[in-house]
């Protein structure tokens, strides 16, 4: 697929991480619960990968909670902490422009008797910290908002909001699916509390990722899938090794530098008449352009056979104007003239 470019949606598994992959599939397949010597060997691999992960993000391999990916990673953060608070409900800060799974979490807390506030972003998809500190209340629990948008490829404040949150002794969770080895993220340095990470966004396999939960050990986070005591009792289910073991390879072997060359792509998208959303805080590898017209969009479209989104692949299957998109004040005929370039990620070096 060599004119795929929507590597924000997902990115094919590397022939590294493949080979990594592989053993635990068949020849090596014994449950890492049991006590025999394959068991301890898949749960001493299981740990090692913990490590890798946890290392990418300055943190301790306790708290990597593997999950099914970054929805339920972003699921368990927020009703984990909201489910402390049944009784009582509680208040909840996050973003209107967050991943759908984060906004319908949210929604169905709403409906339970929580109360969500939704900071809007400005023109560039940017979350002031200011905002963030007025919308604080005395049964303020959490802050949930994203490090990088799906959509805008906006770069988030987060270590500002981390400082608000501990400043008011609110718990902040980032859904950092879309920044996990792109961006330096150090979960101390940064005050995170919990962080979403995913597979398939760095060259893993999906139905992988993980949330980083602090002190997990002693966190009072409400588990929702209730198990056999796995991952500390935070997610049950059989550990998935093979693909454990390929979210810690996809760390290991993410690349620096990737072939397509992110200024190449720029100068060829502006022969055409349009522009570029999300402000100058931006990862490279997103671009979202608004077309000028209609005949822009059909002659970019006729010079390259490319396979882009329209919005994020989650807002393809509806045919309304993304989220996104009308909360950075969009027309609803400018986000039909709006598409999503994604490039092949890789790690940046800002220091
Ligand atoms: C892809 C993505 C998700 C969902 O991740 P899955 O692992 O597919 O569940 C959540 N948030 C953001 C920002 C994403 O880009």
């Not at 590294?16 to 301890?40: T, Y």
């Not at 500002?160 to 950092?176: M, P, Q, R, S």
């Not at 017209?293 to 882009?308: A, G, P, Q, R």
Request: glycine share 6%; hydrophobic share 40%.
């Amino acid at each position: 697929m060599n004119n795929y470019y929507d590597y924000a949606a997902s990115t094919p598994v590397s022939d590294a991480v493949f080979k990594k992959m592989f053993p635990w599939l068949n020849e090596s397949f014994a449950n890492p619960s049991a006590a025999h010597v394959e068991g301890i060997k898949a749960s001493d691999a299981i740990q090692e990968a913990r490590e890798v992960i946890a290392d990418e993000i300055g943190a301790m391999p306790s708290e990597i909670i593997f999950t099914s990916g970054a929805s339920e990673a972003n699921n368990l953060a927020i009703k984990g902490v909201a489910f402390q608070f049944l009784n009582e409900k509680c208040h909840i800060i996050t973003s209107s422009i967050e991943h759908k799974c984060v906004l319908n979490t949210c929604d169905f807390l709403e409906k339970l008797g929580f109360e969500v506030t939704y900071i809007q972003p400005n023109r560039d998809g940017l979350i002031s910290p200011n905002e963030v500190k007025k919308a604080i209340q005395e049964n303020t629990k959490l802050i949930s908002i994203h490090h990088v948008n799906n959509e805008l490829g906006t770069i988030q404040p987060i270590s500002e909001f981390g400082e608000i949150a501990i400043e008011h002794g609110i718990l902040f969770h980032t859904d950092a699916a879309q920044s996990f080895c792109k961006l330096n993220i150090d979960v101390d340095d940064m005050d995170i509390d919990f962080l979403s990470l995913s597979g398939h966004k760095i060259y893993g396999p999906k139905g992988i990722g993980a949330l980083y939960v602090r002190d997990a050990r002693d966190s009072e986070l409400v588990p929702l899938i209730h198990g056999g005591g796995q991952e500390l009792g935070l997610r049950g289910g059989t550990s998935p090794t093979p693909l454990i073991i390929g979210l810690a390879a996809a760390v290991q072997y993410f690349p620096e530098n990737t072939a397509d060359s992110v200024e190449v792509f720029q100068d060829k998208l502006f022969q055409y008449s349009c522009v570029r959303n999300g402000g100058n805080e931006v990862l490279p590898t997103i671009l979202n352009i608004t077309f000028s017209s209609l005949e822009d969009v059909k002659k970019f479209k006729v010079d390259n056979e490319w396979l882009i989104s329209q919005g994020s692949a989650c807002n393809a299957m509806s045919n309304v104007a993304s989220h996104v998109l009308s909360n950075i004040g969009l027309s609803e005929e400018e986000a039909r003239l709006t598409y999503r370039i994604s490039l092949p990620p890789f790690r940046l070096i800002i220091d």
